[in-house]
């Protein structure tokens, strides 16, 4: 459509407009006098114009249309085309402001009118630029119609299948209520769309637009829906950050940054950031939410409830469902693995004498010779449960709060390599030898199991030897021993707890005397092979 086709609709909507106001007088034949009253009466009238403005008409005006309609019908009241352009700009000037922007079709319609006004061709202040390029477009020379401006075509982006491209931005909104100031304070969303489902994979408020707030978001939205293939995001200093390429890096997810100036491709997470301001900013002012972890329990519930459930315009299907495609699986990552990369970077020295480093206020103990030196720290400023130490480049630990009031941990021992003879092994081997020989002396070759010496009875006789109530750990332990070596012979278990009392006493670990019970016990079964 023309720009002419363009006022001719115009000028057909003012036509139909009188045709109804003064059908109010055409709708009964009235006499002149009281035609006259009517008149009268529809002048007082507050109209509504095609244009959506409202405005009375006077007296005459009515009479002229009713005048103009009685002769040349619905054709009377078409209003008069204006054949001539705008009164400011005469033909000299508009001639002359042609040849400016013909001389060089890139120049700017300002830069024409400040070239008319230095030439005095045109008063200053006067001519404006809208009017001018009116004028431009019906003389065939504006920008657009020489292809210097607008020329760029943008492709649509088109996906077979959910993750394989998101978009990421923020989008500031002055929604916090704060009581003290009694005004709202303006937070952050940092949201990531799926471009293929629509779906807002994580968007998360908060107070700032710094690196850690990016790297939490996108953290989360890796868990929750899975890795995607490519991340789309502007060139804010934020998405600069070489700590957040290093981490899209190793995930294996290829991050691309929007040319500046230019906004293709970001119309999708654009619209989703008016939804937003459209359907759940009023709400939460309304409210007036005063913590942020509040804002955010509400905004999930709205994405969950509201966004993700309702037909998208583009898609035609609620976002949840078009990201549900059958046979898809997410790739998720180790979520150990994903909460180390995500984690901020600073350099502290340790403490000389606590042997911490202080991170947000808490203070993490470190290994002590790592006492006074220079270590870098990783950390996760929404999860202090730990933080990882390197030494030159290389691991050290990972370090826990220091406890208050507790004792400086000691430091490891270094593990000696394996001796050529064992010393301990030898011990223990001439021990076991002494109470076989110990045992080799009583008559055990009259052993025989019996189904009445259950576990219940062997517990008792070891509480009634040892002479005491057992413990759960002493039970749990004597349990072990007569379910995996036994069953015990009563005879041969009461002779063992002997012996044991005899050479080594009471109050002892009940490990010494499970030990005596099983030796006791196997020696009894080689006696009767025998």
């Known amino acids: 459509m023309s720009f002419d086709d363009e006022i001719d609709d115009r000028r057909r909507q003012f036509a139909l407009f009188r045709h109804a ?46 005048i103009d309609y009685k002769q040349e019908g619905l054709e009377g ?35 024409i009118i400040d070239v008319l006004e230095l030439k005095g061709l045109a008063p200053r202040g006067k001519l404006k630029r809208s009017t001018l390029d009116r ?25 077979s299948r959910p993750n394989q491209f998101w978009i990421g931005d923020y989008h500031e909104a002055p929604i916090l209520w704060d009581p003290v100031r009694e005004r709202f304070l303006t937070v952050h969303l940092s949201a990531f769309l799926d471009h293929f489902s629509k779906v807002c994979v994580h968007g998360h408020w908060y107070r700032n637009e710094q690196i850690f707030t990016l790297d939490d978001t996108l953290k989360r939205a890796f868990l929750t829906r899975g890795l995607c293939d490519k991340l789309y995001v502007d060139n804010g200093p934020t998405y600069r950050s070489g700590d957040f390429a290093f981490a899209c890096e190793h995930l294996g997810v290829r991050m691309v940054h929007s040319k500046a100036h230019t906004s293709e491709g970001r119309g ?52 949840l469902d078009r990201f549900a495609q059958p046979g898809f699986t997410p790739r998720f990552p180790d979520p150990v693995l994903l909460q180390d990369i995500f984690r901020m970077r600073v350099k502290r020295r340790v403490h000389p004498k606590t042997v911490t480093v202080e991170i947000e206020g808490r203070a993490f103990q470190c290994e002590s010779f790592l006492r006074n030196r220079w270590v870098r720290v990783y950390y996760d400023p929404f999860d202090l449960k730990d933080v990882l130490v390197f030494l030159n480049g290389k691991r050290v630990q990972r370090a826990f709060p220091q406890k208050v009031n507790s004792p400086q ?19 223990r081997a001439e021990f076991d030898r002494r109470i076989a020989l110990s045992a080799r002396h009583l008559s055990l070759s009259e052993w025989k199991p019996s189904a009445d010496f259950t576990l219940k009875p062997f517990l008792d006789l070891c509480a009634q030897m040892l002479g005491k109530d ?60 025998e």
């Open 21 to 66: 106001v003064v059908a109010e007088l055409d709708a009964e034949s009235l006499p002149r006098g009281e035609l006259s009253a009517r008149v009268e009466q529809l002048s007082q009238v507050m109209w509504r114009l095609p244009s959506g403005q409202e405005r009375r008409f006077s007296v005459r005006t009515l009479w002229q249309w009713w």
């Open 268 to 319: 999708t997470i654009e619209r989703f950031n008016r939804s937003v301001a459209d359907g759940f900013e009023p709400e939460a002012r309304a409210v007036k939410i005063e913590s942020l972890e509040q804002l955010n329990l509400c905004f999930e519930a709205w994405l969950d409830r509201r966004y993700h459930l309702v037909a998208h315009g583009t898609t035609g299907q609620p976002p």
């Open 77 to 111: 009241l078409v209003p008069e085309s204006r054949k001539s352009g705008p009164r400011e700009i005469t033909p000299e000037l508009l001639e002359a402001a042609i040849a400016a922007r013909k001389e060089i079709p890139s120049r700017s319609t300002a830069t």
């Open 470 to 529: 057992l413990s759960p750990y002493e039970r749990e332990e004597l349990t072990r021993s007569f379910n995996g070596v036994g069953p015990f012979a009563e005879k041969t278990a009461r002779l063992a707890l002997e012996h044991a009392l005899k050479l080594r006493g009471r109050g002892l670990h009940v490990s010494v005397y499970s030990h005596y019970l099983k030796h006791f016990h196997l020696a009894a079964l080689n006696a009767n092979q």
């Open 409 to 427: 941990p000691t430091p490891e021992r270094p593990i000696a390599s394996p001796p050529s003879f064992d010393y301990l092994g030898a011990l």
């Open 135 to 159: 004028c431009f477009a019906a003389a065939g020379c504006s920008r657009r119609i020489l292809k210097t401006m607008g020329s760029k075509v943008f492709t649509r982006l088109l996906f």
